[in-house]
């Protein structure tokens, strides 16, 4: 062998050795369709954190399937025109694995069938429309899975706790008018009425409302046993501090966040008696959820709420499932989602139903004396 | 009961809705200019209060004094280097300048201060006063306050003084205000100052009351547009009625209706007198 021979061996063997480093080092590219802008960017925010928090603990912990994980954000503005831009984006552009997302639930309708068509699949984590879950799994949309309890199910929770509680036999509704506020609407309005409580025809807020004066005004008017508010983000804090100064003392229930950004309004005790069903709460402190909350608050210097967490379980879940595939190739990562037993923070296994529904445990807060208790954790 | 509750709720919102319409109407009077970013603008003095409360702890009053000089300011040099370079009959060039200028500030503003909505507590939050036995706010009331002390003081400098008399010129005939030696420039700059510190002021009185982001000023935006057409644009007195009508529409239709029905209620107004007053209720062509 000559010298020059060598060397042409050699640079063969080094450019092989390079080209195989580079595409080990090639990422997996997991999308987030997710509200950066508009009312429910707080909420997105949010969501991202937690999904940015669980790509670096993977990628710190050696990536999927040895390579690293990248995330890909697409802001959605929570609504259904957004949403369909946002996973063509990650589609056509972004060449993702996967998409987890997209927390509003018009959004994710809007969503659904352009991921069924591209066949990548999709984790939904906050979402409660009651519609994703009749829509997804057999018979329907085999690429949607979804980790977080619908508001059916929430509902069906809520509803034995207020039941139980005896003291309630009419309740007001302020929802927000979207899936989310509806689908709630008519989740409840179903369990309740089915065991003697009566619920109005819901008044639907408008994203972005800001004055919510008429609307209270009313309730001081009509004095229902109990309002049930579907609201989120900037607007639900809206409604809380318009319900603060209104001076009314109608318990408050449905699903009212009790999250640090809500804080002041419970401390103020002028919430107290408000129950609220969650998926998750940062006071609970079974499973890791204690740790969970400590690193969040380190990296973000807020505590997770809801939307975070659900964001972080949703990439842990997809990044186990690419590991079990041993691919990161979406089909593949498809059918290991369907055979998941992912055990998450909070300690339940999501496993998923014959509609990929998960049925993680929800919990039932009430505030007492100005501090948010944890009355007890339900399974969905 | 409910229906004086809801006509004084109305009238409250209506008189802080004429902040920024008046504002607006301004602005629109002396440039013919149709601002977009004069949601951005009132956010901006909702967001200059609640630093200037919650990390300076500044009191309600001077805060609000001080946001609104600060948006003023704000605005002047948005003037100097935007506005002004927009000339006669370059009416689309206004919209998508304010347009962008609207969208370049909101995202600043989610950039250096995110979007996580805030609320402002200040020394008269959540503290009452009686109104011919209804109860009122106090934060309300006195924004209600302001709103009344600086239009009232914005029409005496109209009609009494050489400046606002050069701003009305201005917006009547802008040839014939040239012709006798005016400079259009510096009146056009004062008229920017004026609508954005009441922009800013609005935005300032509001934040205790509603919650602080980034994001507030684009809803309100769209109300103000309508406040406009209704009273006619350009017209100072008929946006201060508009306003007062649409905040009185809004909440009866939201408290004896619905919430649905409130959000129309706002735009059935406006269709109503696009279709039976084109000009508004005031409107006779751009005059103050």
Same mark, same amino acid.
């Given at each position: 062998?000559?010298? *020059?021979t060598?060397?042409?061996?050699?640079?063969a063997?080094?450019?092989?050795?390079?080209?195989t480093?580079?595409?080990?080092?090639?990422?997996?590219?997991?999308?987030?369709?997710?509200p950066?802008?508009?009312?429910?960017?707080?909420?997105?925010?949010?969501?991202?954190?937690?999904?940015?928090?669980?790509?670096?603990?993977?990628?710190?912990?050696?990536?999927?399937?040895?390579?690293?994980?990248?995330?890909?954000?697409?802001?959605?503005?929570?609504?259904?025109?957004? +949403?369909?831009?946002?996973?063509? *984006?990650?589609? @056509?552009?972004?060449? #993702? @694995?996967a998409?987890?997302?997209?927390l509003?639930?018009?959004?994710?309708?809007?969503?659904?069938?352009?991921?069924?068509?591209?066949?990548i699949?999709?984790?939904?984590?906050?979402?409660?429309?009651?519609?994703?879950?009749? %829509?997804?799994?057999?018979?329907?949309?085999?690429?949607?899975?979804?980790?977080n309890?619908?508001?059916?199910? %929430?509902?069906?929770?809520l509803?034995?706790?207020?039941?139980?509680? +005896?003291?309630?036999?009419? #309740?007001?509704?302020?929802?927000?008018?979207?899936?989310?506020?509806?689908?709630?609407?008519?989740?409840?309005?179903?369990v309740?009425?089915? $065991?003697? #409580?009566?619920? +109005?025809?819901?008044?639907?807020?408008?994203?972005?409302?800001?004055?919510?004066?008429?609307?209270?005004?009313?309730?001081?008017?009509?004095?229902?046993?109990?309002?049930?508010?579907?609201? $989120?983000?900037?607007?639900?804090?809206?409604?809380?501090r318009?319900?603060?100064?209104?001076? %009314?003392?109608?318990?408050?229930? +449905?699903?009212?966040?009790?999250?640090?950004?809500?804080?002041?309004?419970v401390?103020?005790?002028?919430?107290?008696?408000?129950? @609220?069903?969650?998926?998750?709460?940062?006071?609970?402190?079974?499973?890791?959820?204690?740790?969970?909350?400590?690193?969040?608050?380190?990296?973000?210097?807020? #505590?997770?709420n809801?939307?975070?967490?659900?964001?972080?379980?949703?990439i842990? %879940?997809?990044?186990?499932?690419?590991?079990?595939?041993?691919?990161?190739?979406?089909g593949?990562?498809?059918?290991?989602?369907?055979?998941?037993?992912?055990?998450?923070?909070?300690?339940?296994?999501?496993?998923?139903?014959?509609?990929?529904?998960?049925?993680? @445990?929800?919990?039932?807060?009430?505030i007492? $004396?100005?501090?948010?208790?944890?009355?007890?954790?339900? $399974?969905? | 009961?409910?229906?004086?509750?809801?006509i004084?709720?109305?009238?409250?919102m209506?008189?802080?809705?004429?902040?920024?319409?008046?504002?607006?109407?301004?602005?629109?009077?002396?440039?013919?200019?149709?601002?977009?970013?004069?949601? =951005?603008?009132?956010?901006?003095?909702?967001?200059?209060?609640?630093?200037?409360v919650?990390?300076?702890?500044?009191?309600?009053?001077?805060?609000?004094?001080?946001?609104?000089l600060?948006?003023?300011?704000?605005?002047?040099?948005?003037?100097?280097?935007?506005?002004?370079?927009?000339?006669?009959?370059?009416?689309?060039?206004g919209?998508?300048?304010?347009?962008?200028?609207?969208?370049?500030v =909101?995202?600043?503003?989610?950039?250096?201060y995110?979007?996580?909505?805030q609320?402002?507590?200040?020394?008269?939050?959540?503290?009452?006063?009686?109104?011919?036995g209804?109860?009122?706010?106090?934060?309300?009331?006195?924004a209600?306050?302001?709103?009344?002390?600086s239009?009232?003081?914005?029409?005496?400098?109209?009609?009494?003084?050489?400046?606002?008399?050069?701003?009305?010129?201005?917006?009547?005939?802008?040839?014939?205000?040239l012709?006798?030696?005016?400079?259009p420039?510096?009146?056009?700059?004062?008229?920017?100052?004026?609508?954005?510190?009441?922009?800013?002021?609005?935005?300032?009185?509001?934040?205790?009351?509603?919650?602080?982001?980034?994001?507030?000023?684009?809803?309100?935006?769209?109300?103000?547009?309508?406040?406009?057409?209704?009273?006619?644009?350009?017209?100072?007195?008929?946006?201060?009625?508009?306003?007062?009508?649409?905040?009185?529409?809004?909440?009866?239709?939201?408290?004896?209706?619905?919430?649905?029905? =409130?959000?129309?209620?706002?735009?059935?107004?406006?269709?109503?007198?696009?279709?039976?007053?084109?000009?508004?209720?005031?409107?006779?062509?751009?005059?103050?």
């Open positions: 062998m000559t010298l *020059q060598s060397i042409r061996i050699a640079a063997l080094a450019a092989l050795a390079l080209g480093q580079l595409a080990a080092a090639d990422p997996i590219v997991i999308g987030l369709s997710s950066q802008t508009g009312g429910a960017a707080y909420l997105g925010q949010h969501q991202r954190w937690g999904a940015e928090l669980a790509v670096e603990e993977i990628n710190a912990a050696g990536g999927a399937i040895g390579q690293q994980l990248q995330l890909s954000v697409q802001d959605n503005q929570c609504n259904p025109t957004q +949403g369909a831009a946002s996973a063509e *984006q990650l589609i @056509s552009v972004g060449k #993702v @694995s998409i987890v997302g997209a509003c639930s018009s959004a994710t309708l809007s969503i659904m069938p352009i991921i069924e068509k591209a066949q699949p999709l984790v939904v984590e906050t979402s409660t429309s009651p519609k994703i879950t009749e %829509l997804a799994g057999v018979g329907g949309n085999k690429w949607t899975f979804r980790i309890p619908s508001d059916q199910e %929430l509902a069906i929770g509803a034995r706790y207020l039941i139980a509680d +005896g003291k309630i036999k009419k #309740v007001a509704f302020a929802g927000e008018d979207t899936d989310y506020g509806r689908g709630g609407h008519a989740a409840l309005k179903a309740l009425e089915k $065991n003697g #409580v009566k619920v +109005g025809n819901g008044d639907f807020f408008g994203r972005d409302t800001q004055d919510f004066s008429a609307f209270l005004a009313r309730m001081g008017s009509d004095k229902p046993d109990a309002i049930a508010v579907y609201l $989120n983000g900037a607007d639900e804090l809206n409604f809380l318009q319900y603060r100064a209104s001076g %009314l003392t109608i318990p408050l229930t +449905g699903r009212v966040e009790f999250s640090e950004l809500q804080e002041g309004v401390e103020s005790g002028a919430i107290n008696g408000a129950t @609220s069903v969650f998926p998750y709460s940062e006071q609970i402190t079974v499973g890791d959820n204690t740790a969970f909350v400590e690193r969040f608050r380190k990296k973000f210097g807020e #505590v997770p809801a939307q975070s967490y659900e964001g972080y379980t949703a842990r %879940l997809v990044a186990d499932a690419i590991d079990r595939a041993k691919s990161a190739e979406p593949k990562i498809r059918d290991a989602l369907e055979s998941a037993s992912f055990k998450a923070t909070l300690g339940d296994v999501l496993k998923f139903d014959d509609h990929h529904q998960a049925h993680p @445990s929800a919990v039932i807060l009430q007492e $004396n100005s501090k948010v208790v944890v009355k007890g954790l339900f $399974n969905t | 009961m409910l229906v004086s509750t809801l004084l709720n109305g009238l409250v209506g008189a802080i809705y004429a902040l920024i319409g008046v504002g607006l109407s301004l602005i629109f009077g002396v440039l013919e200019i149709v601002n977009f970013a004069h949601g =951005q603008i009132y956010t901006l003095g909702a967001l200059a209060l609640a630093l200037l919650g990390h300076f702890g500044f009191g309600f009053l001077p805060a609000a004094f001080v946001s609104a600060g948006v003023a300011a704000f605005g002047y040099i948005l003037y100097v280097l935007f506005l002004q370079h927009i000339r006669k009959g370059e009416f689309e060039r919209i998508i300048l304010t347009l962008g200028i609207g969208i370049v =909101q995202n600043a503003l989610i950039y250096f995110g979007a996580t909505p609320i402002v507590d200040t020394e008269f939050s959540f503290r009452d006063i009686n109104f011919l209804l109860r009122v706010e106090m934060i309300k009331a006195i209600v306050g302001f709103a009344i002390v239009i009232t003081a914005l029409h005496l400098v109209l009609t009494r003084t050489r400046f606002g008399m050069a701003i009305r010129a201005l917006s009547q005939n802008r040839e014939a205000a012709v006798v030696g005016m400079r420039e510096v009146v056009a700059g004062h008229a920017v100052v004026i609508g954005t510190a009441l922009a800013g002021l609005a935005g300032a009185v509001l934040a205790p009351v509603f919650t602080v982001h980034p994001l507030m000023g684009a809803p309100i935006l769209f109300k103000a547009f309508a406040i406009v057409i209704i009273g006619g644009l350009g017209h100072l007195p008929g946006a201060v009625v508009a306003s007062l009508i649409i905040g009185v529409s809004e909440s009866l239709a939201g408290g004896l209706g619905s919430a649905s029905l =409130q959000d129309a209620a706002v735009f059935l107004v406006m269709i109503a007198m696009l279709q039976f007053r084109p000009m508004g209720l005031f409107g006779k062509g751009v005059r103050i």
